[in-house]
């Protein structure tokens, strides 16, 4: 797929019944909160600020859908597992993304699952994945700020997450310095 025109296309909230009714193929993003996964999304899609992003976690608070040739979707959620965050906020926040992912489970034939290179996988990243495993969704894990490792520390978080994650693909990515991105590109566009 070419990238020819992307755009804002609506907001979700918990159980809001306009989850149901597009008929569109989407990839998802998930992560922990602040991991970069607002900013790895403009990367992918080449602009600048579509995606809103923030240096203050919590800054995504509903699923964002982008539209994508008209045809696809690429959805913004919410960071799980900030343990700063209000708590209330923060228990709704993780619904909102249990509920999205299960109510668009047919539709959705990718989920990004965001790691801070830097910090390896926690608990909350491996209970996010065996959720996503068990919707049977495939997923594709991707390293976030490796412009902060050397590359032998690069290659050392691989190694590791393929290890935690049982041999899935790990990709990493920096969006900031642009590497990495057109290849996650094109492995997302070839699961439509
Ligand atoms: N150095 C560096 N900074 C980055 C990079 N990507 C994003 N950032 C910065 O990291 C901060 C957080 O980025 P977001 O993309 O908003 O993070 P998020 O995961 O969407 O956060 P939530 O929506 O709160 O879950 C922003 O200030 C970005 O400018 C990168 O590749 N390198
Ligand atoms: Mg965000």
């Known amino acids: 797929m070419k990238l020819k025109e992307v755009k804002f296309f609506k907001s979700v909230s918990i159980n809001d019944s306009k989850v149901f009714f597009d008929d569109k193929d989407e990839i998802v993003f998930v992560g922990r909160s602040n991991v970069w996964k607002s900013s790895l999304m403009n990367a992918l899609l080449n ?4 995606v809103k992003t923030s240096s203050k976690p919590g800054k995504t608070r509903t699923a964002n859908l982008f539209l994508l040739n008209n045809k696809y979707f690429f959805t913004d959620l919410p960071g799980y597992g900030f343990a700063k965050l209000w708590k209330q906020l923060k228990e ?6 249990s509920w999205y992912v299960s109510e668009r489970k047919s539709y959705i034939k990718k989920v990004v699952l965001i790691i801070d290179s830097k910090i390896w996988p ?5 209970d996010m994945f065996n959720y ?4 049977e969704i495939p997923v594709l894990i991707i390293l976030s700020k490796v412009d902060r490792l050397s590359n032998n520390d690069v290659n050392k978080s691989i190694f590791h997450c393929e290890e935690v994650f049982f041999g899935q ?7 900031m310095k642009k590497l990495g991105v057109d290849e996650i590109f094109k492995v997302l566009a070839e699961s439509f």
């Open 47 to 50: 602009k600048k600020d579509l």
């Open 92 to 97: 709704d926040l993780d619904s909102l993304i």
């Open 122 to 126: 926690q608990q909350t990243d491996i």
């Open 132 to 135: 996503i495993n068990d919707l």
């Open 169 to 175: 693909q790990v990709m990493a990515v920096s969006s």
